[in-house]
């Protein structure tokens, strides 16, 4: 009944605590390199000196170091990379409108006809678009500039409350990941003192479930692309593809999306080739279908295999459903967020069954018309 005070009220509670939300999914994210590095310094030190307190220490603040220089390195270096190409595309955008312009007329040279109906389609649409950017940026009265500035300045504010939250969310970041073993048995402390020994044992199982669940699937992903994003540079390079890096980069990370990644990176960096090079356009796409073909039949599997155990069907329903609830955000969570829903309605439905002493096994079902309610 008071719907939109509660959204508001949990809207204006997530603007509030972004900035630990930022946090806890870098720690999320870092924690396996953290792992890794507090180990090695661990194993190493102990065999140097018995001073415990002294390896944990060191330990925790070399894996700290790494997992902050980490996270560092990834953003900085990919920016220094893309900017340039991005640069390169703004100031040669009119010669490669020129470049589509010139391509039309050579295909269709043979055909007038048509030749002059895609021109003037083409030159109406480009009118159209430069008509736009003038009546925007030029015919400028004292009403529009009010419209721009208030525009801009909640542009900037965004902008800048972005980067607040993720600048804010690396300190939280290496505070979550110094206490997260302390967190995580306060929440079993709590778990196991709010609830009976038998529930409380679920509650713990079922956690690890979903962080197992999680952390395979979304730490194993982004591996997955990574590999890919680097697999696409060498390819595109040695076919001597625009913009290799920013082409990578948008295969790499669209490609964290299961099932339709592919599809939506594959549109726009094509549309970058084609305006160079439409026929390297169609090169890109033939090497992006082989690509993915690799990624979907060899690589993916042998880094993923089937960690979720959802069929293909659930796992395109889960994308379009989470997808249309949160966005893109929501297309990255939904496999491992279904599985986590799947798996506690089959065990729901099981312990029913058990109860009632019903088979549990799917295959019993399948030719089955009804069951006798006298004999079961």
Not at 189 to 196: F, P, R, W
Not at 230 to 258: A, Q, R, W, Y
Request: hydrophobic share 50%.
């Amino acid at each position: 009944q008071h719907w939109d005070v509660v959204s508001a009220g949990t809207r204006k509670v997530v603007k509030i605590l972004a900035p630990i939300l930022c946090g806890a999914v870098l720690t999320y994210l870092t924690a396996p390199a953290y792992n890794w590095v507090a180990g090695i310094v661990e194993k190493t030190l102990g065999s140097v000196t018995k001073n415990s307190k002294y390896v944990r220490g060191a330990a925790r603040m070399l894996a700290t170091a790494a997992s902050l220089g980490l996270v560092i390195v990834l953003v900085v270096g990919m920016f220094q990379l893309m900017i340039p190409q991005l640069i390169e595309i703004q100031d040669s955008f009119p010669l490669y409108v020129q470049n589509v312009y010139e391509w039309i007329q050579r295909i269709l040279k043979n055909n007038p006809e048509i030749e002059n109906m895609v021109l003037s389609s083409f030159e109406n649409n480009l009118a159209v678009f430069q008509n736009w950017a003038e009546k925007s940026f030029t015919n400028i009265d004292m009403h529009r500039i009010g419209q721009i500035v208030t525009g801009l300045s909640s542009s900037v504010l965004g902008v800048l409350e972005f980067i607040k939250n993720w600048l804010i969310g690396l300190i939280v970041m290496v505070y979550l990941l110094n206490i997260k073993d302390t967190l995580a048995a306060q929440g079993k402390k709590i778990v196991y003192g709010c609830l009976n020994l038998r529930q409380a044992n679920l509650v713990i199982e079922e956690i690890r479930f979903i962080n197992q669940m999680f952390g395979g699937f979304i730490i194993g992903k982004l591996v997955d692309s990574l590999i890919i994003g680097i697999i696409c540079f060498i390819g595109v390079t040695i076919l001597n593809m625009p913009f290799p890096m920013l082409l990578s980069v948008i295969i790499g990370v669209t490609n964290v999306i299961p099932f339709f990644g592919p599809f939506i990176g594959a549109i726009p960096a094509a549309f970058l080739v084609f305006l160079v090079s439409p026929l390297q356009c169609v090169y890109f796409l033939i090497w992006i279908l082989l690509l993915q073909q690799f990624d979907g039949n060899i690589l993916g599997p042998k880094i993923l295999g089937n960690s979720t155990g959802l069929s293909s069907f659930w796992v395109l329903f889960s994308i379009l459903f989470f997808g249309g609830l949160f966005g893109f955000v929501g297309m990255i969570i939904a496999v491992p967020a279904f599985a986590v829903i799947y798996d506690l309605i089959s065990r729901a439905v099981h312990r029913s069954l058990r109860l009632r002493k019903l088979p549990m096994e799917t295959d019993e079902y399948r030719k089955l018309d009804h069951i006798d309610e006298k004999t079961g």
